[in-house]
């Protein structure tokens, strides 16, 4: 049966005089990315889609190239929505986002709705399962809107709870056949 790997971009350069959505890799990230290569589950990957941000093209590119494989890129898979407030310094990024996925009907300082973020992430994947053969598809994106497809696909509620661990760069499978988790966040560049 076909498996989706969900993969979180790894750590960033965080620089709060540039937009969230164009951070690039910082030089552990891209150290973990390439150690993801050397991960038994990467060689059966025959699909690539990737959020067009920064920080997940970067990520996807490594595979890609690893792989020879194009990048099929989704706008819709971005991070949850949230320029009204820009960078936040991480102590306050991670209180906000403790009100994102604890009241996912309301809006968290002008933040995308967590239902309506997973909504749409839920919505992007679907849509591109529609056209996969049976290979294993790997997407490239974030770690918040990645919870809550992890979480939907899981059928539970939203909250922080099964939230990835700290600075990114994890992977969830599901199989695609059965419609059923194979196992939750992993370090991408060290699962069993």
């Keep these: 049966m076909p498996i989706l790997y ?11 005089n540039v937009p969230v959505p164009e951070w ?3 030089d552990i990230g891209r150290a973990r990315a390439f150690a993801m290569l050397d991960q038994p589950w990467v060689g059966s990957i025959r699909r690539i889609v990737s959020s067009a941000e920064r920080k997940a093209m970067e990520t996807a590119g490594i595979l890609a ?14 991070e949850n929505d949230r320029p009204a ?3 936040l310094p991480p102590p ?4 906000v986002a403790d009100q994102f996925f604890a009241n996912p009907h309301k ?9 309506e973020a997973q909504q749409r992430i839920v919505s992007e994947v679907d849509t591109v399962l529609r056209t996969n053969d049976a290979d294993d598809i790997v997407f490239v994106g974030h ?12 059928g539970r509620e ?6 990835q661990p700290a600075g990114g760069g994890n992977c969830f499978a599901y199989d695609i056949g059965v419609r059923d988790i194979i196992h939750g966040w992993r370090p991408i560049d060290r699962m069993p």
Excluded: C, K
């Design 24 to 26: 690039g890799l910082s």
């Design 158 to 163: 939203i909250s922080r709870e099964a939230d």
């Design 143 to 154: 770690g918040g809107v990645g919870t809550l497809l992890l979480l939907s696909l899981s």
């Design 65 to 78: 190239a690893h792989l020879r494989l194009a990048i099929e890129v989704r706008e819709r898979m971005h």
């Design 6 to 16: 969900y993969v979180t971009h790894p750590q960033v350069q965080l620089d709060a």
């Design 92 to 95: 306050e990024f991670e209180a």
């Design 85 to 87: 407030t820009g960078f």
């Design 107 to 115: 809006s968290i300082r002008g933040w995308e709705r967590a239902n």
